[in-house]
């Protein structure tokens, strides 16, 4: 039986005996490179004895591309991402060269358990100071226009910081479903299976600013600007993030990990959604109006309100501010009686509404999460 083995970048190709001696061999590389716990973690959703399990350790796609998708029952890549020069094109590559429901298991340091591992590396106050030059140059500059090439052009695109966010918003759009997450060491571990064709995002979305798709007037799609609260890739994990932790007393998604610290901030004081004001210009949103909404939050809404919302255009601050609803179905009625009132009398409508909100916020700590 043929066994194949990426380490360092380097294809081995072995013949053996039939048996277990092979699966023995096999295993024992996984865990020199990986772990125990790894192993063990490999075991319980492939078979590496398979001749059509594919085993690497590799940061290129040049081998992948080879494979044809009948010959190819499960991937794993013990190479943590980090190091891969188009992590995208990777996933991508896989996606293409195998069928639907295969498994692909993969790594990766997340910025969390990189920070714990800098933290652990060096004495009090040289590990912050030396966290943060970390972070600017490792996750910040391959983010910027201005840095991207240079910072490629020094590494190789290795050793990048990257956030558990991110490493699933990348696998989903590259056409992934995760179905298990699992830490061993320093390093993220995830299990996923193909479902669909990657979105190929050409132009995905690193800056301060980026736009959203949302829908507008008549249903009509619209590009939503805001300043960036959440890890790049995050709008690939709405329905992730909602079967995983469902939604708050205020309508927003539990314990979501995709809003950084940074956007925590912002959100609380309307800081990100300054520049919706560009769509206030272009007359895509008014004043005051129920928020435009992501094609996942739609699908939580009875179709009856989605046929009221797409009437009137969006707006900036919701009628959420003004009736302080406490769970999903109050925000669905706080919205309905909005519209109601508002087809009847718009300007009166928006103008109490204004102020009523106007009082929550400034007066009664009303704030956005």
């Given at each position: ?5 990426f ?94 429901g ?6 990766s ?24 030059g ?32 991110e ?61 960036r ?6 709008e ?21 990990f ?44 009875p ?11 969006p707006?900036l ?14 925000i ?13 009398n718009?300007?009166?409508?928006d ?16 704030r956005?999460?």
């Open positions: 039986m043929a066994e194949k083995l380490l360092k970048d380097e294809l081995l190709t072995k013949t053996h005996l039939n048996g277990s001696g092979d699966r023995s061999h096999l295993e024992n590389k996984i865990r020199v490179e990986a772990g125990d716990g790894v192993l063990k973690l490999i075991n319980t959703y492939v078979d590496v004895n398979l001749s059509s399990t594919q085993v690497f350790s590799t940061s290129t796609v040049f081998n992948i591309e080879k494979f044809e998708k009948k010959e190819i029952s499960s991937v794993v890549n013990l190479k943590r991402i980090n190091d891969l020069r188009r992590i995208n094109k990777f996933f991508e590559a896989i996606n293409e060269n195998i069928a639907y295969t498994i692909f298991i993969g790594c340091e997340t910025l969390e358990l990189r920070k714990k591992r800098l933290l652990n590396k060096f004495p009090g106050v040289v590990n912050r100071l030396y966290l943060a970390d972070y600017i140059f490792k996750r910040v500059f391959p983010k910027l226009p201005l840095t991207k090439q240079v910072y490629f052009a020094l590494t190789g695109g290795r050793n990048r910081v990257i956030s558990r966010a490493t699933l918003g990348r696998l989903y759009s590259c056409g992934f479903e995760v179905i298990h997450e699992e830490t061993h060491g320093y390093l993220y571990y995830f299990v996923a299976r193909k479902v669909k064709p990657p979105a190929y995002d050409l132009s995905p979305s690193y800056g301060p600013v980026f736009a959203m798709e949302r829908s507008g007037k008549y249903g009509k799609k619209i590009k939503v600007y805001k300043f609260t959440m890890y790049p890739y995050s690939y994990l709405q329905k992730y993030v909602y079967e995983k932790h469902k939604l708050d007393n205020g309508g927003k998604f539990n314990n979501d995709r809003i950084t610290a940074t956007g925590e901030f912002m959100r609380k004081f309307w800081i990100d959604e300054l520049p919706m004001l560009f769509n206030l210009l272009k007359l895509q949103l008014k004043l005051v109006g129920v928020r435009p909404l992501s094609r996942q939050y739609q699908s939580l809404y179709s009856q309100l989605l046929e009221l919302r797409h009437k009137f255009k707006g601050v919701p009628p959420y501010y003004a009736d302080m609803p406490s769970n999903f179905e109050e669905i009625s706080s919205e309905e009686r909005y519209l109601e009132s508002y087809q009847k718009p300007w009166i409508t103008f109490r509404y204004f102020w009523k909100a106007f009082f929550n916020i400034v007066f009664r700590n009303a956005s999460k």
